[in-house]
């Protein structure tokens, strides 16, 4: 963890990265506190009347929505599933695609075969439908959103992974770990994955932001968990209601959230990426 | 002797990947047959609902099949598709393949208009960012073209309609083309002005979204290609810098980035389904958000297998131009 944050540090994006994810954890854990108003509450003026299309004032900093709702209230709730979509699909993605990637890399033979052709069947599924349709199935909801993501989106790492094991699996230390008499499953997780965490640490961030995009599209699309305020269903709100064109107020902070909170993962996968394949740095 | 094996070589590296694309076909139909078969509730509970007989229900469930065991249905399922029969649309009632096939069209257009647009400016401005490396105006378009990717597309969407449809009014709305305006042909359908104009937006946006990919692509392969010796023969040649990156660079370059158009096809597919809903575009993906909503099966099944084959295909493409242009690709 130390290194990773040292890797980090060295390079001016990456720190950038780093220090706008640790901006978006900070505001996901005081979003409670911090929100002036209930994002779900409806607001009224003193004389009883609903604060409906206000554009930003002192009482509300953002303004409200058509409901009368407090857009920096939900703005800040939003945080919270969007991080955590982004950090719990990307453990389960690429916890699976690295698994493949092991499994199919140091076993080779029809184990490679089986696993890649998947791997390559899997290309063949249009993401974004195959999420909404299973959102149907299942319901609507954040841990459906999950599953959705996981279930296909471990492809890109599971080749990564493989083509690098490939490359390990006949370096001396794993001929040394065999001779000594380690078993295939030893080799594989003391051995290699220490060998390819750093890869798995890339596609870690990469996917995060991955992740989020996709949580905010099927939210986009009337597929968001209800109970939830996020990013992707204010903009559902915001569009669906035809207030963009007058209320950017409302359409402006969950897009740009959405942008930088994607872009921090971008920049963290980036360049962990530059300092695990020196090779890349040109 | 080397020709004709290198060539046969080829022809079974072809035939391997177009049986691996027909694999990849039958899965998408069966992973289709699953998802809606454990679909909760039936397809028909919704229409039930306006008080049909009994008889009339059992009359609708013989009809499409429904009170078969699964695997007849599966068998009867695969059947059909190889017929290209794909089921009536529960919505518009009739057969699902016609719904999507007005569709496809309005799909393949805007794909191919986006990519258009991001290659185009993917390759000039690449270009030009090798060639201003390390200037702030460079960083600046990386820094740029790295945001709007990283933006929801359809809040860039939303973005430029409001500006340029509402407040400057320069374009139309959304949709394919102004109500009532006469169509009088498949050739005019997509070939007006009218078209073209309600084409525009739609595709800067979706062309934007991916336009990160190709720039940065062209950027660096321009940087390899400038260290070559022949770049410092045609500038010893005393020829213009202007010449040099134009004529000789740029062509030379411009190999891995015809290879990403190929990939790029594939997967700019979920981006088009969030670019339809925004601007009611009436493709593929806006008619599977449309159908799921409605649960119209047949018709969100027909899409999304479709959307899948296209898919199948720009891979398929992406492979065989990649082990065309590179020998280095393993062909076995």
Redesign the interface.
């Known amino acids: 963890m130390r290194s990773i944050l040292d890797a980090l540090a060295t390079d001016r994006l990456g720190l950038a990265g780093l220090v706008l994810f640790g901006i978006f954890l900070a505001l996901a854990l005081i979003a409670p506190i911090a929100a002036p108003y209930d994002p779900m509450a409806l607001n009224y003026h003193p004389d009883g009347s609903l604060v409906r299309m206000e554009p930003p004032s002192r009482e509300h900093w953002l303004g409200t929505t058509r409901m009368g709702r407090d857009v920096l209230s939900q703005l800040l709730m939003g945080t919270r599933p969007a991080l955590f979509v982004g950090v719990v699909s990307a453990v389960f993605v690429v916890g699976i695609g690295t698994h493949v990637g092991l499994v199919a890399g140091y076993f080779g033979g029809w184990v490679d075969d089986l696993l890649m052709?998947i791997t390559?069947?899997t290309?063949?599924?249009?993401?974004?439908?195959?999420a909404?349709?299973?959102a149907?199935?299942l319901g609507p909801g954040i841990q459906n959103m999950i599953i959705a993501i996981a279930l296909v989106s471990w492809r890109g790492t599971a080749r990564v992974i493989r083509s690098q094991t490939m490359s390990l699996r006949n370096r001396p230390f794993v001929e040394a770990a065999r001779v000594a008499g380690a078993g295939h499953w030893r080799i594989i997780y003391r051995h290699l994955l220490p060998n390819v965490a750093p890869l798995a640490l890339v596609y870690l961030a990469l996917t995060m932001?991955w992740a989020i995009?996709t949580e905010?599209?099927l939210s986009?699309?009337?597929y968001g968990d209800p109970r939830l305020v996020s990013w992707?269903k204010m903009?559902y709100d915001?569009?669906s209601s035809q207030a963009?064109?007058s209320a950017?107020w409302w359409?402006?902070p969950?897009?740009?959230a959405?942008?930088?909170l994607?872009?921090s993962g971008?920049l963290m996968g980036r360049s962990y990426e530059q300092i695990a394949d020196p090779r890349l740095v040109? | 002797m080397r020709p004709i094996s290198t060539r046969n070589g080829f022809w079974r590296f072809l035939l391997r990947r177009v049986a691996?694309g027909l694999?990849?076909?039958f899965?998408?139909a069966s992973?289709l047959f699953v998802?809606?078969h454990?679909?909760?509730g039936d397809p028909f509970s919704m229409y039930f609902d306006q008080g049909f007989s009994q008889q009339a229900i059992d009359e609708l469930m013989h009809r499409f099949g429904l009170d078969k065991p699964w695997w007849q249905q599966y068998l009867l399922y695969l059947r059909n598709l190889l017929r290209g029969d794909f089921g009536m649309s529960f919505q518009y009632y009739k057969p699902a393949i016609q719904v999507v096939g007005e569709r496809f069209w309005a799909t393949i257009a805007l794909m191919a208009a986006s990519l258009a647009i991001a290659f185009g400016l993917g390759v000039i401005g690449g270009a030009w960012m090798a060639w201003r490396r390390g200037t702030p105006a460079e960083k600046a378009l990386g820094v740029v073209a790295?945001?709007v990717r990283?933006?929801?597309v359809?809040?860039?969407g939303?973005?430029l309609?409001?500006l340029f449809s509402?407040r400057l009014g320069w374009l139309p709305l959304g949709g394919l083309r102004t109500p009532g305006q006469p169509i009088t042909g498949q050739w005019s359908r997509f070939f007006s002005l009218d078209f073209l104009h309600h084409l525009f937006l739609p595709a800067l946006t979706a062309g934007l979204f991916a336009l990160a990919n190709p720039l940065l692509v062209m950027r660096?392969s321009m940087?390899e290609v400038v260290k070559e010796d022949f770049i410092r023969l045609a500038r010893a040649k005393g020829l213009s810098e202007r010449a040099v990156m134009l004529r000789h660079a740029m062509r030379n370059a411009l190999l891995p980035v015809v290879t990403l158009l190929a990939v790029m096809a594939?997967t700019a597919?979920?981006g088009i389904?969030?670019v339809e809903?925004?601007f009611r575009w009436p493709g593929m993906?806006r008619e599977?958000?449309m159908a799921?909503?409605a649960?119209d099966y047949p018709l969100?099944r027909t899409?999304?297998f479709l959307?899948?084959a296209l898919?199948?295909f720009f891979?398929l493409a992406a492979d065989l131009l990649y082990g065309y242009l590179d020998p280095r690709v393993s062909r076995d």
């Open positions: 052709r390559d069947l290309y063949g599924i249009p993401f974004l439908p195959f909404l349709i299973l149907a199935i932001g995009m905010a599209s986009f699309l009337g992707g903009l915001c569009y963009m064109f950017w359409m402006v969950p897009g740009l959405i942008a930088l994607v872009l971008f040109q | 691996f694999l990849t076909l899965f998408l992973l998802l809606f454990v679909l909760p790295l945001i990283c933006a929801p359809f809040w860039t939303m973005i309609l409001s509402f660096s940087l594939g597919i979920g389904v969030l809903t925004v993906g599977i958000v799921v909503r649960r969100a899409s999304f959307i899948g898919i199948v891979n």
